[in-house]
């Protein structure tokens, strides 16, 4: 069952997914059809004005769920809800009208931006894809516009530059400016710090979310670093294995955490002094095959606290404390939800 909704100011979700599931089939010469259970039922909701932070180890789905979101996989089931209404789109004018509104980041910048293009003829295309009226002097100050919106000052400078000649951060900020250019509602942030220099992320993040704040964004922000979710989305949701296992506010999550995955995941934070959850047990085992994803809890088999129940049902979200919430049966006691 997804969370509400509505906040308690009345805000409803510019982009929702609701039972959102994606399986891969995996070619093999037997009979038996096979496929990767990448996602499984994940609801997610974003809103104007606020940061939801995706967090989660390497392969547990969280790329798999921006690109669902940004169409650019075909949802095995559930569905993707803008302003409440579902949208399929695969390709045409439909595709880019919801471009418009929700724009991709990616974690490589340098992969993500042409390397025989300069930054002008990155951003200006952007521009004329998404605002075809736009032409002379017009486009010329909406592009110099966004180079000063990603604060890459002055925007002549930037120009003519081909991305090899532009830092980590530099490039990442041009993603960002072209990502702009459709002026949109909602960005998802692909891991967008994760291939930049230490020193240089926290201006990646204090750079959207003064560009939330300005241009009033939703944005989903995917990360491995529950840290960094700490410090920058007021919303937490933890993925494992294609399933969500834990959601709730920020401080909440990563200062008491419930699910055993969670904590383990703040007990392998560069900085545990600055997080709560004190020690965890160590994780046993391997993360487990998405193609033959366990039964029941797909923690169960490296849980420290594995009951016989988490081996055989899959637990439902269980309420923790006011908005927060843990997929896990330790917290059944307390009534939950399928």
């Known amino acids: ?146 180079l000063e919106k990603v604060h890459l000052n002055p925007p002549e400078r930037f120009l003519d530059k081909f991305p090899h000649e532009l830092s980590g951060g530099q490039r990442q900020r041009i993603a960002i ?45 995917i990360t491995h670093d529950i840290a960094s979710a700490r410090y920058f989305a007021e919303q937490t949701v933890v993925m494992y294995a294609g399933r969500v296992v834990e959601r709730g506010d920020s401080e909440d999550v990563t200062q008491r955490p419930a699910h055993p995955y969670t904590k383990l995941l703040i007990a392998s934070a560069p900085d545990p002094d600055a997080l709560g959850g004190g020690e965890a047990p160590p994780a046993r085992g391997e993360p487990p095959s998405l193609i033959s994803p366990p039964t029941g809890c797909r923690f169960h088999p490296r849980c420290p606290q594995a009951m016989d129940r988490c081996r055989t049902e899959t637990p439902g979200f269980f309420p923790v404390r006011d908005g927060h919430e843990a997929a896990c049966w330790l917290y059944a006691d307390e009534g939950g939800t399928s």
């Open 1 to 146: 069952m997804p969370p509400s909704t509505t906040e308690p100011d009345g805000s409803d979700p510019v982009l929702a997914a609701d039972g959102l599931t994606k399986h891969f089939p995996v070619r093999h010469a037997g009979r038996r059809r096979k496929a990767v259970h990448a996602v499984d039922a994940v609801d997610l909701q974003l809103r104007r004005g606020r940061v939801v932070a995706l967090v989660g180890e390497s392969g547990s789905g969280k790329s798999t769920v921006a690109r669902l979101l940004a169409q650019l996989y075909p949802a095995t089931s559930g569905r993707v809800l803008l302003h409440g209404e579902p949208v399929a789109v695969k390709f045409g004018r439909r595709f880019r009208a919801y471009c418009r509104r929700v724009q991709l980041i990616f974690q490589d910048p340098f992969a993500s931006l042409n390397p025989v293009h300069t930054v002008g003829y990155v951003l200006r295309r952007s521009l004329r894809i998404h605002h075809p009226g736009l032409s002379g002097q017009e486009l010329h100050q909406r592009l110099c516009g966004l």
């Open 177 to 221: 400016a072209r990502a702009l250019g459709a002026n949109p509602e909602v960005l998802l942030a692909d891991e967008p710090v994760s291939m930049l220099d230490v020193s240089i992320r926290l201006g990646v993040l204090n750079l959207l979310a003064e560009l939330k704040d300005d241009l009033d964004l939703a944005i989903l922000y």
